[in-house]
């Protein structure tokens, strides 16, 4: 606003300035907010929190709430406001306001459920979903060579069935195998363009990042993963390359973005993935093989099988 309109001391978010313009209505107004989980990547984005703490300021007191149970998982944030809503007489809890079916993977509806069990670190319940990832035919595999995952990709794809390889766009260490995250794709050309184009998505040379990939999909992915966030005894490590070295991300606010990015990179298939770990270099301080062991074992662990 202050940039594109010319507005100075603009301070309010995206949904307070909406729900305050549709305020203006004299009879009645509705707005539909379809806000998906764990997809804040960009500064600034809060997802359904955001909407929650606006129509909860003092002069929205007359809108009333509408919002599925499901919005309490982990994934959707906004803890600080759940005691409030669940007291409060104006929210209606409705089920049928969750949009469960999914129109993204259509072989299997356990992919988020299995890549947020992933990203929260509980193996038990990504075990269950990977079982039934495959028995609804959704391929799942992961490997330490990034030739056999390009390979498998290829061979998956029938007819036009469309193919890529996502990275974060933290993923600077992955040069080494000609991925370049600095290196800014046409997203036309990259998810349009077809087999016989180097700029296109087939051609598995440019890489799209969460940010070029958000809110689209592809058939099959090969999704690299670098050291930027990388599994420990229990938890997730959070980083950042700067010059010639690794730097922790201790910013919770930069941390649950990059969580966020890999939700976005494991959820864009729509009939299957193979997931590239990089077994690493002891000659290369900024590539040791530890800063990628804990992920593979860790996707061991969680039952994904690797590709043969």
């Known amino acids: 606003m202050r940039q594109k309109k010319g ?13 305050e ?38 002069h929205f007191q007359h809108w009333d709430i509408f919002v599925s149970p499901q919005f309490e998982d982990p994934e959707f944030g906004s ?24 129109m993204r993977s259509f072989r299997s509806e356990n992919v988020s459920a299995f890549v947020n069990a992933l990203l929260d670190l509980d193996v ?40 890529g390889m996502v990275v974060s766009s933290q993923a600077e260490r ?7 995250v ?29 940010f070029d990939v958000q809110g689209l999909e592809l058939d099959w992915t090969l999704v690299a993963w670098d050291g930027d966030f ?6 997730w490590g959070h980083y950042s390359f700067r010059g010639d070295r690794w730097e922790t991300i201790r910013k919770p606010e930069r941390q649950k973005y990059q969580k966020n990015a890999y939700r976005v990179l494991l959820t864009r298939a729509r009939q299957g993935m193979v997931i590239f770990v990089p077994p690493g270099d002891r000659h290369d301080p900024t590539r040791d093989p530890d800063f990628y062991d804990g992920t593979w074992r860790y996707l061991c662990d969680a039952g994904l099988p690797v590709l043969p």
């Open 230 to 235: 990388r599994c420990g005894e229990d938890n």
């Open 21 to 58: 313009t549709m305020d203006r209505h004299q009879d009645w107004a509705a707005i539909v907010c379809l806000v998906g989980s764990g997809q804040e990547i960009n500064t600034g984005e809060a997802g359904i929190g955001e909407w929650l703490e606006s129509v909860n300021k003092s």
């Open 174 to 180: 992955l040069k080494p195998y000609a991925i370049d």
């Open 79 to 102: 803890e600080s406001l759940k005691p409030l809503l669940r007291q409060s007489p104006r929210v209606c809890w409705c089920d049928e306001l969750h949009l469960k079916v999914s």
């Open 124 to 163: 038990t319940r990504a075990r269950q979903h990977v079982e039934t990832m495959r028995d609804n035919g959704f391929l799942t595999y992961i490997t330490r060579d990034l030739d056999r995952a390009k390979a498998w990709v290829r061979e998956q794809a029938f007819g036009g069935e469309r193919y």
């Open 7 to 19: 507005i100075l001391g603009f301070n309010q978010s995206e949904p307070e300035f909406l729900v």
């Open 182 to 210: 600095r290196y800014k794709i046409d997203p036309v050309l990259w998810f349009l363009n077809d087999k016989e184009d180097v700029r296109s998505s087939y051609y598995l040379e440019d890489v799209a990042s969460e």
